[in-house]
């Protein structure tokens, strides 16, 4: 029987676990720490309705006053642990205190990777709300904005940038945007998307460096090619946030790693969210997913796993899901996709910007993706998760697509 709970990380994924954990029965003692000094909030809107004024912050919060109340929470909010001490069963924070526990939850999420530079003002990263409120601050002053790296979050900050009126260059190595997880062709559509709303964007090019005296005045290519800047957001991805765990004898590879259960290698040990690295079951392999929907799905299934303990713990092997918000365009990403893996489109088209493209690899459905066509990706996301025939899942929605014209 667990008597002390303690969950390091208080995002997303470390409240989830904690609602859910209650939600089970669990009536012990429960500490959530967290490294910001605010109580958990929503990330996804800082990208996009908060970094435009649209929305303010006190309206991004995860649990309401009196809900987060009913959790009995120990809430350890300001605090940043340290290191882990598996032998005493013990999470040492940086002021020197020692929690103790039965069970852990490890979600520390991640930290934006950075380019290498002096200390210039002017250089930003958007991971948390105060990363948010510093950026928009400098937006209302009409700078020309250059983000580097066309993932997820910096295509978000170059399309909320130009919704802003404000003057946008996109840079990224890869051919096309967000080609690290989608075919060239869809690339090439959304490249044409932020084009036509205005944005200059080069693939295809390497970041070396910054220039400037105290500030950001250009970021400088690796070709020598200087680009004019006021204002520098680095989206190039995050790292787990391990650096605490070193040394604490639990295994560490890319993230805090799991098996399909999600135990992390020590008794009464579990992870969820950015930090975890688990295998997947259904994909048959290793993954660490950073968006909302595992960290919410992965959350619940941590804390059954903890109170289940080691001999009824259940494989978490979700269908992975994520989406993104740029312009008007809605994109939604089920399973696991790769640039290399079959694809055809289903409904729609590129040329139309409305579409769902379905994925194959070794025979089987293994991922689709939607612009603007929410509605009809629930249904391929089941398929996938049953195991469905690539040319099956394709041959199928032709044909409804014939039935319906």
């Known amino acids: 029987m667990l008597e002390r709970v303690v969950i390091v990380g208080a995002s997303l994924a470390g409240l989830r676990c904690a609602e859910a954990l209650r939600r089970l ?55 940043t642990a340290a290191s882990l001490d598996l032998a ?4 040492v924070l940086e002021s020197g205190e020692r929690l103790g526990f039965d069970g852990l939850v490890i979600a520390t999420g991640a930290t934006p990777r950075r380019i290498p530079s002096p200390p210039l003002a002017g250089i930003h990263v958007l991971r948390t709300l105060d990363d948010c409120l510093r950026l928009r601050g ?36 890869l051919p096309v945007p967000m080609g690290a997880a989608i075919p060239a ?27 400037g005296g105290a500030r950001v005045e250009g970021v400088r ?13 680095v989206g190039i991805g995050v790292a787990p946030e391990t650096r605490w765990l070193e040394g604490s004898g639990l295994p560490l590879g890319d993230g805090v790693l799991c098996d399909e259960t999600l135990a992390a290698g020590a008794p009464g040990v579990v992870a969820a969210g950015d930090v975890a690295r688990w295998h997947n079951p259904l994909f048959g392999e290793s993954m660490r997913i950073e968006h ?12 059954e796993r903890l109170l289940a303990g080691p001999a009824a713990g259940k494989p978490f092997a979700p269908v992975p899901f994520v989406w993104s918000d740029q312009y ?73 697509g014939s039935r319906s014209s």
């Not at 809107?45 to 929470?73: C, F, M, N």
């Not at 209302?140 to 946008?168: D, K, M, S, W, Y």
Request: with cysteine; aromatic share 4%.
């Open 25 to 79: 029965d669990f009536a012990g003692r429960l500490v959530l720490v967290g490294a910001e000094p605010r109580v958990p909030y929503d990330r996804p809107p800082l990208s996009k309705e908060v970094l435009r004024g649209a929305r303010d912050e006190q309206s991004l919060a995860l649990a309401k006053p009196e809900a987060l109340a009913a959790l009995a929470l120990d809430l350890r909010l300001g605090c």
């Open 88 to 91: 005493a069963r013990a999470v």
């Open 138 to 173: 400098e937006l209302e002053r009409g700078p020309r904005v250059v983000v580097v790296g066309a993932g997820f979050i910096g295509a978000e900050v170059a399309a909320t940038c130009r919704q802003r009126g404000l003057e946008v260059t996109l840079l990224e190595t």
């Open 185 to 211: 062709a869809i690339g090439e559509t959304l490249a044409a998307v932020h084009r036509d709303a205005g944005v200059t964007l080069r693939c295809g090019v390497r970041v070396a460096g910054f220039a």
């Open 221 to 233: 290519l690796a070709d020598g090619t200087l680009v004019d800047a006021d204002v520098v957001v």
């Open 292 to 303: 909302w929907t595992n960290a919410v799905e992965q959350a619940g299934a941590a804390a």
């Open 328 to 400: 008007d365009r809605k994109i939604q990403m089920a399973g696991r996709a790769r640039p290399q893996d079959e694809m055809c489109v289903v409904h729609g088209s590129l040329a139309e910007r409305r579409f769902v493209a379905l994925f194959g690899r070794a025979g089987r459905l293994v991922g689709a993706l939607a612009m603007n066509r929410p509605r009809q990706l629930v249904g391929y996301r089941k398929q996938i998760r049953e195991g469905h025939r690539f040319e099956e899942a394709v041959a199928e929605a032709e044909a409804a």
